[in-house]
């Protein structure tokens, strides 16, 4: 079965730390997205991408930035951490067909101390 | 732009009783619904989702749901549920025109008595 990995699953952080999180799909979706949910919260889309090179901020502002190089991959970096930073990171992917379902990764826990 | 609105924050359900979480959306044209859950700790599992035709989906799980376009609304069902359905469920609208970012409703957490 086709997977949507990310890594890591935890992470415990500084302020004013660079971090990276990963995030790769063995499905060869072209499309792929970053949601940011809080504790209890719903998803709130924070960057998404239709294609290699192509990247686009979501509907919640966020300070983070994304790449696109590989179909396959689509990482997510913050360059200071700062505790408003403290959530779950979930990536995602799916086909570009109009309606097609989207495949959530397990998520990645981020606390910025 | 779409919306969802689930009315409920929580539900108590016993083990063996039937489940029922309200969905509500708004958009302007024909919206494609998903219905996901999640564990805690853990990623979104699509359930099953409507794109068109037949508007009772069957989902995985035991899990079904029905489009109402009169109502705007797209409510999961489940009749019987085990302790294993104790999780929080989201529903999410996506659209032709969004290009399938989907827009999630704020869940609805199921808590199952034994």
């Known amino acids: 079965e086709a997977d949507i990995y990310q890594t890591p699953r935890y992470l415990v952080i500084g302020t004013g730390k660079k971090i990276t999180l990963e995030c790769s799909q063995t499905?060869?979706?072209?499309?792929m997205y970053w949601y940011q949910q809080d504790p209890g919260m719903e998803l709130h889309l924070i960057h998404y991408?239709?294609?290699?090179?192509?990247?686009e901020k979501g509907d919640l502002s966020s300070e983070s930035t994304v790449s696109r190089i590989r179909t396959e991959h689509f990482p997510l970096t913050l360059e200071s951490a700062r505790p408003s930073h403290t959530s779950q990171y979930l990536c995602?992917?799916?086909?570009?067909?109009?309606?097609?379902?989207?495949?959530f990764g397990p998520g990645t826990r981020l606390t910025v101390t | 732009a779409q919306s969802v609105t689930q009315p409920d924050i929580h539900i108590t359900v016993s083990e063996g009783a039937s489940l029922e979480l309200r969905c509500n959306y708004s958009?302007?044209?024909?919206?494609?619904l998903f219905w996901y859950v999640q564990s805690p700790g853990q990623g979104l599992q699509l359930l099953l989702k409507?794109?068109?035709?037949?508007?009772l989906v069957q989902g995985i799980k035991g899990f079904e749901a029905e489009f109402k376009r009169s109502q705007s609304s797209f409510n999961l069902r489940k009749p019987s549920v085990h302790w294993s359905d104790a999780a929080e469920y989201f529903c999410?609208?996506?659209?032709?025109?969004?290009?399938?970012?989907?827009?999630f409703g704020g869940g609805t957490r199921v808590l199952v008595k034994p």
């Open positions: 995602a992917s799916s086909e570009s067909s109009i309606g097609a379902a989207t495949h």
């Open positions: 499905m060869g979706h072209d499309k």
């Open positions: 991408s239709y294609g290699v090179n192509s990247t």
């Open positions: 958009y302007g044209a024909t919206p494609y």
């Open positions: 409507y794109f068109s035709g037949d508007t």
């Open positions: 999410a609208v996506g659209a032709r025109a969004a290009g399938n970012k989907l827009t």
